[in-house]
């Protein structure tokens, strides 16, 4: 089972940006897109982007549009989330992971952004 370190979050102040990176420890398979997810304190989990295996395909949700954009180093396996103009509703702990999601997903132990001033 594939299994990923998150890491990159902090403090920032609104307006600001981060960059993320996911490690896997294992290679995916050439089928695998890649997402970032959030997790805003006690909330579900929700999409913030995806990527196909050639990282010519991207999917953003409106809340994040124009703000984020993933990439991936398959050679590296690892998975980025670059992340400008934040604002506090984007705090939130991150975490990567395959898509869709399996039944059965398993989590990293995801990295927190926080945007206060």
């Known amino acids: 089972q594939v299994q990923f370190v998150e890491s990159g979050g902090g403090l920032v102040q609104p307006g600001g940006s981060l960059r993320l990176s996911c490690a896997q420890s294992?290679?995916?398979?050439?089928?695998?897109?890649m997402a970032w997810f959030r997790q805003p304190s006690g909330k579900e989990h929700e999409l913030v982007a995806n990527i196909n295996w050639v990282g010519d395909v991207t999917y953003y949700p409106d809340s994040v549009k124009g703000r984020f954009t993933i990439s991936r180093d398959n050679a590296k396996k690892e998975v980025y989330l670059q992340m400008t103009s934040l604002t506090p509703e984007d705090t939130a702990m991150y975490y990567c992971?395959?898509?869709?999601?399996?039944?059965?997903?398993?989590w990293g132990q995801g990295t927190q952004v926080m945007v206060s001033s």
């Open positions: 294992e290679r995916t398979t050439n089928h695998y897109f």
């Open positions: 992971n395959t898509f869709p999601l399996p039944s059965h997903p398993a």
